[in-house]
Nanobody
Framework: QVQLVESGGGLVQAGGSLRLSCTASGRAFSRSAMGWFRQAPGKEREFVAGISWSGDDTNYADSVKGRFTVSRDNVKNTVNLQMNSLKSEDTAVYYC??????????????????WGQGTQVTVSS
């Protein structure tokens, strides 16, 4: 079992930055790849970024590549998403999720077993 709680969302102007954090409880955290997803109103949940269990491997959606950076600390049981150069199209509820795999096998939401409650990110243009 893994419990996840996101924080750090808010309102920011276009071009600004936000840092999202996800704090995990449960022994399985350090053995799981972690992902960040987002869902905008009327749209499907989409993959944003992922990081392997060790932190050695990361992947990103094309839409955020070069602007977002995912990291994790397996001692503090946290995973972070640094978001720079934010755009209005980044507005969404952001979720962290724990994968059933150690590596970055997939970006499909149904392969992530545990989810946080989400945090709202709003980028004003």
């Amino acid at each position: 079992q893994v419990q996840l709680v996101e924080s750090g969302g808010g309102l920011v102007q276009a071009g600004g930055s936000l840092r999202l954090s996800c704090t995990a409880s449960g022994r399985a955290f350090s053995r799981s790849a972690m992902g960040w997803f987002r869902q905008a109103p009327g749209k499907e949940r989409e993959f944003v970024a992922g990081i392997s269990w060790s932190g050695d491997d990361t992947n990103y959606a094309d839409s955020v590549k070069g602007r977002f950076t995912v990291s994790r600390d397996n001692v503090k049981n946290t995973v972070n998403l640094q978001m720079n150069s934010l755009k209005s199209e980044d507005t969404a509820v952001y979720y962290c999720a724990a994968s059933r795999f150690r590596g970055l096998e997939s970006t499909a939401p149904h392969l992530y077993d545990y989810w946080g409650q989400g945090t709202q990110v709003t980028v004003s243009s």
